[in-house]
T-cell receptor
Framework: QKEVEQDPGPLSVPEGAIVSLNCTYSNSAFQYFMWYRQYSRKGPELLMYTYSSGNKEDGRFTAQVDKSSKYISLFIRDSQPSDSATYLCAMSDSGGSNYKLTFGKGTLLTVNP | NAGVMQNPRHLVRRRGQEARLRCSPMKGHSHVYWYRQLPEEGLKFMVYLQKENIIDESGMPKERFSAEFPKEGPSILRIQQVVRGDSAAYFC????????????FGQGTRLTVV
């Protein structure tokens, strides 16, 4: 079992749709949960992160963490064509190796105008 | 702030040659991390360096790969005697202090071994 599992998609939605992206993980030591956006041939860009369980909202983006289920989600409201990218979840612990990010494979999202 | 600068963006090497990938961190960042993204795979941690020190190289292949971050100049990831399986995108990230949440990634170097 991989430490982080992410459905690779691809996911295709119409403009304005609500998008749900998910990851599951097996390492209970993970405390930081991050979502990155990666455009084609570019580097990952941090969208938002959450520490431990709970929700966090930033504009059209909402991140949720359920540590009891080892499940995290990213919701995108009113999706735009400019949101078309690969979305990566990443996690780390909060101890001495908090710098070491474990990534999912990424989900390719296309938002159609 | 120019961000994390990686060069070259694309690198083609023949099997057996050496590849040198450079990473200039963001201004004020003294912590550098290298990740590798193989085709159809997620990014994998390779090594964490501070100025002149390797802190964690647990993700580096035991042979042919080395990394440095000298007092002056960029961080270098060096791959000796490249093989086809080294073809991947190599990303560098930097942060002002240890931790993943404050790390900014560069655009990556895409290495192709022919």
């Amino acid at each position: 079992q991989k430490e982080v599992e992410q459905d690779p998609g691809p996911l295709s939605v119409p403009e304005g749709a609500i998008v749900s992206l998910n990851c599951t993980y097996s390492n209970s030591a993970f405390q930081y949960f991050m979502w990155y956006r990666q455009y084609s041939r570019k580097g990952p860009e941090l969208l938002m992160y959450t520490y431990s369980s709970g929700n966090k909202e930033d504009g059209r983006f909402t991140a949720q963490v359920d540590k009891s289920s080892k499940y995290i989600s990213l919701f995108i409201r009113d999706s735009q064509p400019s949101d078309s990218a690969t979305y990566l979840c990443a996690m780390s612990d909060s101890g001495g190796s908090n710098y070491k990010l474990t990534f999912g494979k990424g989900t390719l999202l296309t938002v159609n105008p | 702030n120019a961000g994390v600068m990686q060069n070259p963006r694309h690198l083609v090497r023949r099997r057996g040659q050496e590849a040198r990938l450079r990473c200039s961190p963001m201004k004020g960042h003294s912590h550098v991390y290298w990740y590798r993204q193989l085709p159809e795979e997620g990014l994998k941690f390779m090594v964490y360096l501070q100025k002149e020190n390797i802190i964690d190289e647990s993700g580096m292949p035991k042979e042919r790969f080395s990394a440095e971050f000298p007092k002056e100049g960029p961080s270098i990831l060096r791959i000796q005697q490249v093989v086809r399986g080294d073809s991947a995108a190599y990303f560098c990230a930097s942060s002002p202090k240890q931790g993943g949440t404050e790390a900014f990634f560069g655009q990556g170097t895409r290495l192709t071994v022919v």
